[in-house]
């Protein structure tokens, strides 16, 4: 089992930065990509970037150059520094471990954070 904690939402001004941190528990070693999703009011979850352990990453087209996703090994802590915050951004962000071999096919998820981004 891996348990997943995110903090670091909040409510801030069009323009404006954040960052999300994501803290793993439990079963660590057996993570090899994390990520971030994202769930805004009516519309579908949205995947909006990824990491690997050796630090290769992705991320949505919405976000690029806008948000970086990094990791810290050492702590099993991956970050979201999102920045030029628009208001489509507004979302509740959800900190993910996909399924794969390492974790048996399960998959893990946070409680999930809140970014709102108003004027």
């Known amino acids: 089992q891996v348990q997943l904690v995110e903090s670091g939402g909040g409510l801030v001004q069009p323009g404006g930065s954040l960052r999300l941190s994501c803290a793993a528990s439990?079963?660590?070693?057996?993570?090899?990509?994390m990520g971030w999703y994202r769930r805004a009011p009516g519309k579908q979850r949205e995947l909006v970037a990824t990491?690997?352990?050796?630090?290769?990453?992705t991320y949505a087209d919405s976000v690029k150059g806008r948000f970086t996703i990094s990791r810290d090994n050492a702590r099993n802590t991956v970050y979201l520094q999102m920045n030029t915050l628009k208001p489509e951004d507004t979302a509740v962000y959800y900190c993910?471990?996909?399924?794969?071999?390492?974790?048996?096919?399960?998959?893990?998820w946070g409680q999930g954070t809140q970014v709102t981004v108003f004027s």
């Open positions: 439990g079963n660590t070693f057996s993570i090899s990509v």
């Open positions: 993910n471990v996909p399924p794969s071999l390492g974790t048996r096919g399960y998959e893990f």
């Open positions: 990491i690997t352990s050796t630090g290769r990453t």
